[in-house]
């Protein structure tokens, strides 16, 4: 049938309304239709991409095959929207809302703290309400699995799980579903290694014996499970009976037209041959997740798409003699269910290649993607790190063909790609289905995948690997080698494959297989992809650790073999990685058996894990935990006898929590539209450095719905901007980085001024970029102003020192991504200059002066209003004004409210991040680990502007002590001017780069001396009373309590002895674990930003309106000021409300930052409060037993002032870096964590065992809020020292622009046990109410993750008989993990590449042979 040529009309049902579209757009998606056309903006754009969950929406629809309705959540940001035709959508506000009745997944992450600024939050709830919608009863791994799509940046997700543990079946038990895989109860085969407690089954301590050992687990939580609304599934809304109706009827072909894209959609399979026969440049879409990144972030066009999805032969599953044939259009999903069910019917040996399906599965992106994306899809992208191709090739997969020629079917062998994602399909044809064949009698497969993340990431190398075995023997009689990720297609290794078969399945074999693959699977140092020699050595590796299956298998199955067993402490390397159970936080009253501390007015909680009971030492067992242990982890309580309305110090909950849980909270973007509002697509440079020749809009011009285009000449007042004033609003003649805003395009909507946008054209002259540190160095490229600081006679210590240790480290950079990216909504008010912006910033003061700076009016003429932000983590502390002052510029220009909101991508490109640092270190010590002297020089990249690079430099010199008495410091800091955009604060601001250097050196030097790190890093510590290298006194020094009790909590020293032992009976998984301890200082180091303003109102029904100088970016600070108000005027919380953060409320406002807002903010608010409890003091007196709205009534009537500012700048505090003199700290955040880690050292992959922190944050406000920002920094730290990798061209180009190439933890990231435990008694003189600041000092504790890596790398090194100290730079990532661990396949990598390059006259093969032999012979006896 010919395509409608007018286009049909789309019908869909959202939130149980029916919609009628009859204009669709094919390039709409989903998303942008629900907040652009029906305001539904509680579903959120993170990415844009797939890649964070902010938009997942349930999907529901009426499958006629099965008969049945199924729910599945997906992304709304790749769904387009004429795939919903006979679709039912489900978002966030069609479950619950705080007006009715919250759903009880909205209500339950609200109520644990399990969302901070919210952003995240409501595609965490509609992942979860899928969940429940499919299966009312899940079991605690279901949960886990169903957020594999999500991110959350603030929370660390532990609260998240925590909430939603509620609803999990087997809420009490050990973390797996009771019986399950995995739970010691179930007696199944992975519990071979201790299931979810090491194989205590039934011992004390086990999940299973329903004894809790020696702790009464008494106490209260952080929230109250009883107040929870039960899950009724009977009340969800119903599937709408029309589409019930349609569904049973036959789908009749569909077209929908927009201005460049038409959209068919057959019903037949002669309908859609023919279409592809009309139309073979037209792309078949499925699941849009590739064709959808394709156009969105390739800037690719496909005119015709043709959706197959409704073909019922394209969705037909078969059992076949040889295998399940399964059709092209399939979702993975489905996939995934034929392929286990097909796994527990059939005989294991007939499933192997199937099982191997679903380990591929198991790591493939996250159910969003799952749920909607197609085999077909994966295999027809071509795309050389496809996870199922490799599989599929190895196992000789079959697919079908089919054209208006016929069928064909072709084997997915090596003639298959022909090069980077192409085939030998060709472009009239289809592929119709592939037949996944069973597996036979001895015959053995196992796939394997490493990438940067374990959960939601694509690889870096993957594999399938099957052998067949003649019979009954172990005589190779065919094998296939596949791998994705070693060249621009997938690939199979046929040379290796000849040459192994028919031979006997053995160590030669092995030694021969190692030569020949790495001779086979070869890399150009340049690859595209970068990491070479990590990418050959996993090819190796994976195949040992199959050489080792297979064996396993082989001895297990009887067959008479020649070959040795594998050796006991190899066996974990034959272990499929798996995810431990996230543990059951609860909190409990400490243990009286607790053995340092006394009780006291601050009672504590004890906030634990059940796992932590668990005492397993085995490979793929929780935490290598003491039995002896009594685990404890403390958290503050209120005094006795506070009034049960004084909030202060209880865990009220995030005051926008609620709102954030069911979408109604109101972010910078879900701002209604204006009538006439534009939208601004910024123009960036593509070049770091280049001078500008021209500038041409005409073809941008030509784009509907273009209105003008905006750049320097343009700017009414001043171009000139940024905290340095060395920064343009936009580039006139040379820009300085990739990124750098040019010009910006006006249009009437997003989609229009995107596309005009990317049709101007920039002539460039190309400059010499300088990039890195080491570039800057070699240039002398620095920012002014080198900083030092200088305390005794270095030389002498080092003269005095019995060693002296050099070194050096490099720490990368960290991208915010706050899931909220910036934003800016600025509406002209057309009156002397006047506008209002609303903007996502920390810094409503440096917005409104930039802003009108550019516009060239005064500051009054300027209103910045802040609501709430997705996230800052600093990253909003002066870079927003660099989208904002451009905002305003194009909305002073047209005189109408311009809007936009940057892509991730642009985001990621333009906004700077946390500063890479170089630290060069020379340390003088004494034999027994004390230090003597240090010198060090740290040298960051500050980017193309100062910014607050020197701020962050000073920050990082005031840190290079960490914790510890440095006699003898010589330190300088050097900010690098490069070619990259701008680096700024983040979450720590220096800090942590600067202590981490500190904790590099005191590791070698533990390492140097033959001491225990612990050891030295106590005998280090400062003391009350010691005085710091910046001569500040340290005092109320509670750090040397936190480590005790860390110490001790976390059961060290037993744990330590437990991971050697495990660490001894595993060869290639290894065990660390490392105490690290942290202090921060607090203030702002720019003395005059130590100060705050608050404006508090009191209407005459008694409700208060609260404003005070901070922003809200989650991290509960305005639930924390109204705890604050609340204790000093002594009304209920309920009365008082803070509306949004303003500058015409409170003006010079410093921005929220520096961890102090709670502290600066809160003494202004209660100063405030102060003021007007003076004025009412009278009333009081005159009327002792009347109401607060008494008071207020008469206060009214009789003329008192209800209206109060409040003020407060913190005294004493500044320091003079020329004379080492001064206080550049208010005060000292102390914190301890002890974290334990398994590497696998043949992938680099690494697990989160357990991390025990002990914090200092004095009388804590709100242990709810505290103990989320400890957790959220923590993960956060994660991130930056194991994880998040920030990849530039030499060029300075940013290659990793969005969550598909830059990981932050994932739900699987976090500490499998976490314990987070407030110190007692520990009141903060130099705080509101005795408490202390929060929000960056805890990230650093992350770095004990780190240099448990550290420990666990220096065991598997050990083995391969290196003790000395070696360089490990941050992130810690699988890469640098696997490399530091050097063994027999690195080593044979290096000498492929070092040496054999140079005797080409030897011919390359011959060369591997003699020299890596050596090698490959004696690895497997290194023991
Ligand atoms: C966030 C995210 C995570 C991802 N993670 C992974 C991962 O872990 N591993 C991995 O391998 N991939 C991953 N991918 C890639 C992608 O999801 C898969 O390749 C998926 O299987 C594509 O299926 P689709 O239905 O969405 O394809 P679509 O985008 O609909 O189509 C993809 C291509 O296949 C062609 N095509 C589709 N069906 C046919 C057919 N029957 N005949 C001919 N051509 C056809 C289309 O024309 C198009 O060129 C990820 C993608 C995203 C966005
Ligand atoms: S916005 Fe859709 S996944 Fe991130
Ligand atoms: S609460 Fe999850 S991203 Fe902020």
């Known amino acids: 049938m010919a395509p409608n040529k007018a286009g049909d009309e789309l019908v869909f049902f959202v939130n149980g309304k029916k919609v009628v579209e009859k204009d669709v757009d094919p390039e709409t998606t989903l998303l942008t239709y629900l907040r652009r056309k029906l305001g539904l903006c509680g579903t959120k754009l993170g990415c844009g991409e797939g890649g964070c969950g902010a938009c997942t929406v349930m999907i529901s629809k009426y499958d006629p095959f099965r008969k049945k309705i199924l729910h599945h959540s997906a992304n709304a940001c790749l769904f387009p929207i004429c795939a919903l035709h006979h679709v039912a959508v489900t978002t966030v506000e069609g479950i619950g809302n705080t007006k009715s009745r919250l759903h009880p997944a909205q209500e339950r992450i609200a109520k644990s703290h399990g969302s901070q600024c919210g952003f995240c939050t409501p595609g965490i709830v509609m992942s979860m309400y899928t969940l429940l919608r499919n299966n009312p009863e899940p079991c605690m791994e279901d949960i886990e699995d169903a957020f594999q799509g999500n991110l959350c940046r603030c929370t660390g997700y532990r609260p998240i799980l925590e909430g939603y543990r509620t609803f999990a079946k087997d809420m009490n038990g050990c973390g797996r579903a009771a019986n399950s895989t995995g739970c010691c109860r179930s007696g199944k085969e992975n519990t071979m290694n201790g299931g979810c407690c090491g194989g205590k089954a039934n011992g004390p301590g086990c999940c299973m014996n329903g004894k809790e050992d020696s702790v009464t687990m008494t106490s209260s939580s952080l929230f109250n499970s009883s107040e929870f609304q039960p899950l009724d599934p009977t009340q969800e809304p119903i599937f709408p009976p029309e589409l019930m109706t349609q569904g049973n009827k036959q789908q009749k072909q569909m077209c929908f037209k927009g201005e460049r894209v038409m959209w068919i959609q057959p019903t037949t399979l002669n309908e859609l041959v023919a279409l592809k026969s009309q139309y073979p440049n037209a792309k078949l879409v499925v699941g849009n997740t590739e064709v959808g990144i394709e156009m969105r972030l390739k800037n690719l066009l496909y005119p015709v798409i043709i959706a197959p999805a409704w073909i019922p032969e394209m969705n037909a599953v078969q059992h076949t003699e040889t295998g399940v044939t399964i059709g092209a259009a399939c979702t993975l999903k489905s996939v995934e269910e034929?392929?286990?069910?097909?796994?527990?019917?059939?005989?294991?040996?007939?499933?192997?290649?199937?099982?191997?399906?679903?380990?591929?599965?198991?790591?493939?992106?996250?159910?969003?993607?799952?749920?909607?994306?197609?085999?077909?899809?994966?295999?027809?992208?071509?795309?050389?790190?496809?996870?199922?191709?490799?599989?599929?090739?190895?196992?000789?997969?079959?697919?079908?063909?089919?054209?208006?020629?016929?069928?064909?079917?072709?084997?997915?062998?090596?003639?298959?790609?022909?090069?980077?994602?192409?085939?030998?399909?060709?472009?009239?044809?289809?592929?119709?289905?592939?037949?996944?064949?069973?597996?036979?009698?001895?015959?053995?497969?196992?796939?394997?995948?490493?990438?940067?993340?374990?959960?939601?990431?694509?690889?870096?190398?993957?594999?399938?690997?099957?052998?067949?075995?003649?019979?009954?023997?172990?005589?190779?009689?065919?094998?296939?080698?596949?791998?994705?990720g070693m060249a621009p297609t997938t690939v199979l290794a046929l040379k290796t494959c000849k040459e192994l078969t028919g031979r006997d399945w053995n160590e030669k074999l092995l030694q021969d297989a190692c030569r020949l693959l790495s001779g086979e699977m070869d890399l150009s140092p340049s690859a595209p992809g970068g990491m070479v020699d990590f990418r050959r050595t996993l090819t190796l590796s994976f195949f040992f650790k199959f050489y080792l299956t297979v064996l396993q298998k082989l001895s297990k199955s009887g067959t008479k073999t020649m070959c040795q067993p594998v050796p006991s402490n190899y066996i974990s390397a034959t272990e499929l990685f798996h995810k431990d159970p996230i543990a059951n936080a609860q909190l409990f009253q400490v243990s009286s058996s607790f053995p340092k501390t006394e009780p006291s007015s601050?009672?504590?909680?004890?906030?634990?894990?059940?796992?932590?009971?668990?005492?397993?030492?085995?490979?793929?067992?929780?935490?290598?935990?003491?039995?002896?242990?009594?685990?404890?982890?403390?958290?503050?309580?209120?005094?006795?006898?506070?009034?049960?309305?004084?909030?202060?110090?209880?865990?009220?909950?995030?005051?926008?929590?609620?709102?954030?849980?069911?979408?109604?909270?109101?972010?910078?973007?879900?701002?209604?539209?204006?009538?006439?509002?534009?939208?601004?697509?910024?123009?960036?440079?593509?070049?770091?450095?280049?001078?500008?020749?021209?500038?041409?809009?005409?073809?941008?011009?030509?784009?509907?719905?273009?209105?003008?285009?905006?750049?320097?000449?343009?700017?009414?007042?001043?171009?000139?901007?940024?905290?340095?004033?060395?920064?343009?609003?936009?580039?006139?003649?040379?820009?300085?980085?990739?990124?750098?805003?040019?010009?910006?395009?006006?249009?009437?909507?997003?989609?229009?001024?995107?596309?005009?946008?990317?049709?101007?054209?920039?002539?460039?002259?190309?400059?010499?970029?300088?990039?890195?540190?080491?570039?800057?160095?070699?240039?002398?490229?620095?920012?002014?102003?080198?900083?030092?600081?200088?305390?005794?006679?270095?030389?002498?210590?080092?003269?005095?020192?019995?060693?002296?240790?050099?070194?050096?480290?490099?720490?990368?950079?960290?991208?915010?991504?706050?899931?909220?990216?910036?934003?800016?909504?600025?509406?002209?008010?057309?009156?002397?200059?006047?506008?209002?912006?609303?903007?996502?910033?920390?810094?409503?003061?440096?917005?409104?002066?930039?802003?009108?700076?550019?516009?060239?009016?005064?500051?009054?003429?300027?209103?910045?209003?802040?609501?709430?932000?997705?996230?800052?983590?600093?990253?909003?502390?002066?870079?927003?004004?660099?989208?904002?002052?451009?905002?305003?510029?194009?909305?002073?220009?047209?005189?109408?409210?311009?809007?936009?909101?940057?892509?991730?991508?642009?985001?990621?490109?333009?906004?700077?991040?946390?500063?890479?640092?170089?630290?060069?270190?020379?340390?003088?010590?004494?034999?027994?680990?004390?230090?003597?002297?240090?010198?060090?020089?740290?040298?960051?990249?500050?980017?193309?502007?100062?910014?607050?690079?020197?701020?962050?430099?000073?920050?990082?010199?005031?840190?290079?002590?960490?914790?510890?008495?440095?006699?003898?410091?010589?330190?300088?800091?050097?900010?690098?001017?490069?070619?990259?955009?701008?680096?700024?604060?983040?979450?720590?601001?220096?800090?942590?780069?600067?202590?981490?250097?500190?904790?590099?050196?005191?590791?070698?030097?533990?390492?140097?001396?033959?001491?225990?790190?612990?050891?030295?890093?106590?005998?280090?510590?400062?003391?009350?009373?010691?005085?710091?290298?910046?001569?500040?006194?340290?005092?109320?020094?509670?750090?040397?309590?936190?480590?005790?009790?860390?110490?001790?909590?976390?059961?060290?020293?037993?744990?330590?002895?437990?991971?050697?032992?495990?660490?001894?009976?595993?060869?290639?998984?290894?065990?660390?674990?490392?105490?690290?301890?942290?202090?921060?200082?607090?203030?702002?180091?720019?003395?005059?930003?130590?100060?705050?303003?608050?404006?508090?109102?009191?209407?005459?029904?008694?409700?208060?309106?609260?404003?005070?100088?901070?922003?809200?970016?989650?991290?509960?600070?305005?639930?924390?000021?109204?705890?604050?108000?609340?204790?000093?005027?002594?009304?209920?919380?309920?009365?008082?409300?803070?509306?949004?953060?303003?500058?015409?409320?409170?003006?010079?406002?410093?921005?929220?930052?520096?961890?102090?807002?709670?502290?600066?903010?809160?003494?202004?608010?209660?100063?405030?409060?102060?003021?007007?409890?003076?004025?009412?003091?009278?009333?009081?007196?005159?009327?002792?037993?009347?109401?607060?709205?008494?008071?207020?009534?008469?206060?009214?009537?009789?003329?008192?002032?209800?209206?109060?500012?409040?003020?407060?700048?913190?005294?004493?505090?500044?320091?003079?870096?020329?004379?080492?003199?001064?206080?550049?700290?208010?005060?000292?955040?102390?914190?301890?964590?002890?974290?334990?880690?398994?590497i696998d050292c043949l992938t680099g992959d690494h697990k989160n065992i357990r991390t025990d922190i002990v914090m200092d944050v004095g009388t804590s406000l709100n242990p709810a809020i505290d103990i989320g920002q400890i957790e959220g920094a923590f993960v956060q730290g994660i991130g930056l020292f194991t994880m998040e990798e920030l990849r530039y061209s030499p060029e300075g180009n940013l290659y990793t622009r969005g969550p598909g190439m830059y990981k932050i933890p994932a739900f699987g990231d976090i500490p499998a046990e976490f314990n987070v435990s407030l110190l007692r008694d520990c009141p903060n003189s130099k705080a509101v109410y005795s408490s202390k600041a929060v929000g960056e000092p805890p990230l650093f504790l992350s770095a004990s993750v780190f240099y448990a890596i550290k420990d666990a790398i220096y065991s598997a090194r050990k083995d391969s008989g290196l003790t000395e100290a070696f360089r490990l730079d941050s992130p810690a990532t699988p890469e640098r993990i696997r490399n530091a661990c050097v063994d027999i396949f690195t080593k044979m990598r290096i000498l492929s590449f070092a040496e054999c390059e140079r005797m080409d006259t030897f011919g390359y093969r011959e060369c591997l042979s003699e020299k890596c032999a050596g090698y490959v012979m004696t690895w497997y006896h290194l023991d």
């Open 602 to 1238: 601050y009672s504590p909680f004890t906030r634990m894990s059940r796992s932590a009971f668990c005492s397993p030492i085995n490979a793929s067992s929780p935490s290598t935990q003491a039995s002896s242990s009594q685990p404890f982890v403390l958290l503050q309580e209120v005094p006795k006898g506070q009034a049960v309305e004084d909030m202060v110090g209880r865990p009220l909950v995030h005051v926008s929590a609620a709102k954030q849980a069911s979408g109604e909270a109101v972010y910078c973007d879900d701002i209604p539209h204006y009538e006439n509002e534009l939208y601004l697509t910024l123009v960036t440079s593509t070049k770091a450095h280049a001078k500008i020749l021209s500038v041409d809009t005409s073809e941008a011009q030509t784009v509907p719905g273009f209105v003008c285009f905006v750049s320097a000449k343009d700017v009414p007042g001043s171009n000139i901007t940024g905290i340095a004033n060395d920064e343009t609003v936009f580039a006139q003649d040379v820009v300085t980085c990739v990124g750098h805003i040019i010009g910006a395009v006006l249009a009437d909507t997003q989609e229009h001024s995107r596309r005009a946008a990317k049709a101007v054209k920039i002539k460039y002259e190309e400059l010499q970029p300088i990039v890195t540190i080491q570039e800057a160095i070699e240039k002398q490229s620095f920012f002014k102003d080198i900083k030092r600081i200088n305390k005794g006679d270095v030389k002498k210590g080092f003269e005095e020192s019995d060693h002296i240790l050099e070194g050096e480290m490099y720490l990368g950079g960290q991208e915010h991504f706050y899931l909220e990216t910036h934003c800016t909504l600025a509406v002209p008010k057309g009156e002397d200059g006047e506008m209002e912006l609303f903007v996502s910033t920390q810094n409503p003061m440096k917005t409104q002066e930039f802003a009108a700076n550019a516009l060239g009016v005064p500051s009054n003429r300027i209103v910045v209003r802040v609501k709430r932000m997705g996230g800052g983590f600093g990253g909003k502390e002066t870079r927003s004004t660099v989208l904002t002052s451009v905002v305003a510029v194009a909305a002073f220009k047209t005189g109408r409210a311009v809007r936009c909101m940057l892509d991730r991508d642009e985001d990621m490109l333009i906004s700077g991040g946390r500063h890479p640092f170089l630290g060069r270190y020379k340390v003088g010590f004494m034999k027994n680990g004390k230090v003597k002297s240090l010198e060090v020089s740290y040298y960051s990249n500050g980017g193309n502007s100062v910014d607050l690079s020197h701020g962050v430099m000073d920050r990082a010199l005031l840190h290079l002590d960490n914790s510890y008495n440095i006699p003898n410091v010589s330190s300088m800091g050097v900010v690098c001017k490069t070619n990259l955009p701008s680096n700024t604060a983040f979450r720590g601001f220096g800090g942590p780069q600067g202590m981490m250097i500190a904790e590099c050196w005191m590791s070698d030097l533990a390492q140097k001396c033959g001491l225990p790190p612990e050891e030295v890093r106590k005998l280090n510590l400062y003391h009350e009373g010691d005085t710091t290298h910046f001569n500040q006194k340290l005092e109320g020094f509670t750090l040397q309590r936190c480590w005790d009790e860390c110490l001790s909590s976390s059961s060290y020293h037993s744990r330590k002895k437990l991971i050697e032992e495990f660490n001894k009976q595993n060869r290639w998984k290894k065990r660390g674990i490392s105490i690290i301890p942290t202090k921060f200082g607090i203030s702002f180091t720019v003395p005059f930003l130590n100060q705050a303003g608050a404006l508090v109102h009191v209407y005459t029904d008694g409700s208060v309106l609260l404003t005070h100088g901070g922003t809200e970016m989650g991290q509960g600070l305005h639930t924390k000021m109204i705890q604050v108000a609340s204790r000093a005027l002594g009304v209920p919380t309920s009365k008082i409300y803070i509306s949004e953060t303003s500058t015409n409320t409170v003006p010079n406002t410093s921005p929220t930052a520096a961890s102090v807002s709670a502290d600066i903010n809160g003494m202004a608010v209660y100063n405030a409060c102060q003021t007007i409890l003076k004025r009412l003091e009278p009333i009081k007196q005159s009327n002792p037993k009347g109401s607060w709205e008494d008071w207020i009534k008469t206060a009214y009537e009789s003329c008192v002032s209800l209206s109060a500012t409040g003020f407060y700048r913190i005294p004493e505090v500044g320091y003079n870096f020329e004379k080492n003199e001064g206080k550049p700290f208010s005060y000292f955040s102390y914190g301890v964590a002890c974290s334990e880690v398994e």
């Open 338 to 484: 034929v392929m286990k069910k097909a796994v527990a019917d059939l005989p294991p040996y007939k499933t192997e290649i199937f099982q191997a399906v679903l380990e591929q599965l198991r790591w493939f992106a996250g159910p969003q993607i799952r749920n909607v994306a197609a085999i077909g899809g994966n295999i027809m992208t071509a795309s050389p790190i496809s996870d199922l191709n490799p599989v599929l090739m190895a196992s000789g997969s079959k697919l079908t063909l089919v054209s208006k020629e016929g069928k064909r079917t072709v084997t997915m062998d090596e003639k298959f790609f022909t090069g980077y994602r192409k085939t030998i399909v060709k472009p009239e044809e289809i592929l119709l289905s592939v037949e996944i064949p069973y597996s036979r009698k001895g015959e053995y497969f196992s796939a394997f995948k490493q990438a940067s993340r374990r959960e939601d990431d694509i690889a870096i190398v993957t594999c399938g690997l099957r052998v067949l075995f003649q019979d009954s023997t172990s005589r190779v009689k065919e094998i296939k080698l596949s791998y994705g």
